[in-house]
Nanobody, 114 residues
Framework: QVRLVESGGGLVQPGGSLRVSCVAS????????MNWYRQAPGKERELVAS????????KYADSVKGRFTISRDNAKNTLYLQMNSLKPEDTAVYYC???????WGQGTQVTVSS
């Protein structure tokens, strides 16, 4: 079955950096567009970034453009999100998702606070 396991979250100070990862299994990872979402307390889940299967088409939410970088390693079935210049408003649970499947992982908590 489809399985997505996010990791790498934690507590970081404003202006700091963090990289979260997502290991996928149960489907042909290299064939699918992959997305990162986040959900802050009391807010709806929002799409943060997406990357197509070859990695040539990448899109970002305006709120993270220029600070976050999405990438993938198809040989390792792994999706990454490098987050720089983090702000308190980036605090959320971060989830990865394959665009074509209705499955979610458990997410990884990112907290930006001094």
């Amino acid at each position: 079955q489809v399985r997505l396991v996010e990791s790498g979250g934690g507590l970081v100070q404003p202006g700091g950096s963090l990289r979260v990862s997502c290991v996928a299994s149960g489907f042909t990872f290299s064939s699918y567009t992959m997305n990162w979402y986040r959900q802050a307390p009391g807010k709806e889940r929002e799409l943060v970034a997406s990357i197509d299967s070859p990695g040539g088409t990448i899109k970002y939410a305006d709120s993270v453009k220029g600070r976050f970088t999405i990438s993938r390693d198809n040989a390792k079935n792994t999706l990454y999100l490098q987050m720089n210049s983090l702000k308190p408003e980036d605090t959320a649970v971060y989830y990865c998702k394959a665009a074509s499947f209705p499955y979610w992982g458990q997410g990884t908590q990112v907290t930006v606070s001094s």
